[in-house]
């Protein structure tokens, strides 16, 4: 069945490439998203925990981040075809195919149950993720792309060697996870505390979190804001499976606690440089890319925390893809009316596009976590982890570092959407559709918030639990 | 003759770092090319017929043959024949690559295991470390790639340490070959050097909050 997708996408991706107009090219694509939707679905109803092709399984974590990416991915393709109006046709084309592509790697990573095919859809997310970024073939844009290649590539090369020191415990060569789940109790300690630490460094590429998130940042800021909100979510979360899975490798491990450890370093640190960027920068997408770091981070310090605040990781992330990818069609929007991104030149946004505003105003409260956002519910379990295991002098510097995104982030929102003057904004750029369909993103965040059923804080247990 | 094959590898890696010419950092990753298809010969010849092949034929075609090439031909493109403003000398570079061979040597040592052939793993490790002193010391964006095209030779070769009863780890070590010679080169060759004439690494700090 994923073989089906996966070839039904590249068939499509071809009649896009070969597309006489804009109009010709649009339909494939379309049509790959409604095939997307179906796959799921069907997935969902049919094939729900099964192993297809050896190497993927339909599992509660998968089917979990896979039906996020088939509600944000046509959000994102539908306000990219509005924000994309002056582009040439190669560019069109290009950019359609490498979100089609990039939204089957991201599928492949998180189906794969074997360290080796996660590594290798991953390492096809940066070719796909390059496209998007070079898009604009300015020179800027080959900066973020040379550096975004060159970065991820250093990085999936760092993964690699702690798959290859992981595969030391692996019997008769077998990488699935299962199989490494059982036997690497038996394993070298000293390697499988490098493999876990590498895997981690290389992994935080796409996870965009301490030490590699930087590449994250330029990407977002070179690709167009609708691509960004695919890349800073489901791309995002592809990383998070992926180091999630190892982890859950590592926990029947010795060594378990070390690798809790490496965790809550990697988040407290991501938590601190992106709650010190978002007070520097002066670009609304790249304080969107900060706060993604710094949520992400978030979510590496739950895990980091054990199974206790795990699943609240799982939450942290899945609610941020929802409240991220809303805020980026947002930004893209502000982009379009204003001709810029620069903070200190925007404002009055609330009178050129009341809906926008308050849409961004909701979406900032959501990821700030005040209720009834979904991620209050995830912070106040870390929180309650971090009292509960007596950890004060994190709680504190976690709580310090959150008040200064909080303030960092409110502060230029509300200079966006209030300050009086700024540039002159052309609101015949705005499109109303696209506005709502990043408001109704930011809006299903705050609903999970408020009536998140039973059955899906029993799924998130399952995915942490085993 | 395997053992004669890795001191050759080290002789390679020392050299990179005391010279300061770009053919000469072609001339040397061409020459790594030959080298680790010899150890994979050698190291692999348990394994199937078919597997060998393919391992052997993908070391010789990108890591020894068109990897050089695009690098002899990003420098005639280009004309930038030799490191200009190097961070450090070549004296301190020789000093600190040594440092990088002793630091193998002892980690080496350290985390002795039955299940990695360690004189591998040493020189892996050794290979990895230049690469990135490369990276670090050396300003041109061509040192760089130069740098990257090393670290990845030594994950090559640390795959060979490691992964010798797996080919299809080494399989997927030739997927990051072929990722790299494809996109970093063809993207250097047909953009950067168009774009950028001095091609220095300062040039690329426009993407900055």
């Known amino acids: 069945m994923i073989l089906g997708y996966i070839i039904t996408a590249l068939l499509l991706a071809t009649f896009t490439a070969v597309a006489p107009d804009r109009r010709m090219a649009r339909c494939p694509a379309a049509l790959f998203y409604a095939v997307q939707a179906a796959f799921f679905i069907g997935t969902v109803t049919y094939h729900a925990g099964e192993t297809v092709a050896q190497f993927f399984t339909f599992d509660g974590l998968g089917l979990l981040f896979f039906g996020l990416m088939t509600v944000i991915a046509p959000a994102a393709f539908y306000a990219g075809n509005r924000y994309l109006d002056r582009e040439t046709l190669r560019q069109y084309k290009l950019y359609n195919i490498s979100m089609m592509l990039l939204c089957v790697s991201i599928a492949g990573v998180y189906f794969a149950n074997h360290l080796a095919v996660t590594w290798i859809f991953l390492e096809a997310t940066t070719l796909c993720t390059a496209g998007l970024v070079y898009h604009r073939r300015s020179t800027r844009s080959l900066e973020a792309t040379w550096k975004y290649i060159f970065v991820c590539s250093t990085g999936i090369a760092i993964a690699y060697l702690g798959i290859l020191l992981l595969s030391t415990v692996a019997e008769g060569g077998d990488l699935s996870y299962a199989t490494l789940r059982e036997t690497v109790a038996s394993g070298n300690p000293l390697f499988v505390k490098l493999a876990f630490l590498f895997i981690v460094v290389g992994y935080s590429c796409k996870l965009e979190i301490f030490p590699l998130y930087t590449i994250g940042i330029d990407a977002n800021y070179a690709a167009p804001a609708p691509a960004s909100a695919l890349i800073s979510t489901a791309l995002v979360n592809a990383g998070f499976v992926a180091v999630l899975r190892v982890y859950r490798v590592v926990e029947a491990s010795p060594v378990f606690a070390w690798a809790c450890h490496v965790l809550v370093a990697a988040g407290v640190l991501s938590l601190l440089v992106g709650a010190l960027y978002l007070r520097r920068t002066n670009h609304y997408k790249r304080l969107l890319a900060y706060s993604t770091v710094e949520n992400m981070g978030l979510a590496t310090l739950m895990l980091g925390l054990g199974s206790g605040a795990a699943w609240a990781a799982v939450l942290h992330a899945a609610g941020h893809a929802l409240l991220k990818s809303g805020l980026f069609i947002q930004t893209a929007q502000v982009g379009k009316a204003y001709g810029s991104y620069r903070i200190n030149r925007l404002g009055d946004y609330m009178r050129v596009n009341r809906a926008g505003a308050v849409a961004l105003l909701l979406g900032v409260l959501g990821l700030t976590a005040f209720p009834p956002s979904v991620l209050f519910i995830s912070e106040l379990a870390l929180f309650r982890e971090l009292f509960g295991q007596h950890i004060w002098w994190l709680a504190i510097v976690v709580v310090l570092l959150v008040c200064v995104v909080m303030y960092s982030l409110w502060g230029r929102l509300a200079r966006l959407c209030y300050k009086p003057g700024g540039h002159p904004a052309d609101r015949a750029a705005i499109s109303p559709a696209a506005t709502w369909v990043g408001f109704v993103l930011i809006l299903l965040a705050l609903a999970a918030g408020v009536c998140l059923p039973q059955s899906v804080f029993e799924l998130l247990t399952a995915i942490t639990a085993g | ?209």
């Open chain 2, 1 to 209: 003759m395997l053992i004669a094959l890795v001191i050759l590898y080290v002789v390679t890696l020392v050299y990179f770092a005391i010279t300061e010419r770009f053919r000469n950092y072609a001339t040397l990753v061409g020459l790594q090319g030959w080298i680790l298809m010899g150890i994979a010969l050698m190291r692999l010849h348990g394994g199937s017929l078919a597997e060998l092949l393919f391992v052997v034929v993908e070391t010789l075609v990108f890591k020894a043959v068109i990897v050089p090439a695009m690098l002899f031909r990003i420098i005639r493109r280009t004309g930038i024949n030799r490191v200009s403003r190097g961070a450090v000398s070549v004296f301190d570079s020789l000093l600190l690559s040594v440092a990088a061979l002793g630091v193998s040597i002892g980690v080496t040592y350290y985390i002795a295991d039955t299940t990695v052939n360690m004189v591998f793993f040493g020189v892996a490790l050794y290979a990895l470390i230049s690469g990135l002193l490369l990276v670090i010391n050396r300003r041109r964006i061509f040192s760089h790639l130069v740098g990257f095209l090393v670290i990845e030779n030594g994950v090559f070769l640390f795959a060979m340490a490691i992964g010798a009863e797996m080919p299809f780890l080494i399989n997927i070590a030739i997927l990051l070959d072929i990722l790299i010679s494809v996109l970093m080169l063809g993207m250097f060759l047909s953009k950067i050097g168009a774009v950028m004439h001095d091609l220095d690494a300062d040039r690329l700090t426009t993407l900055k909050d």
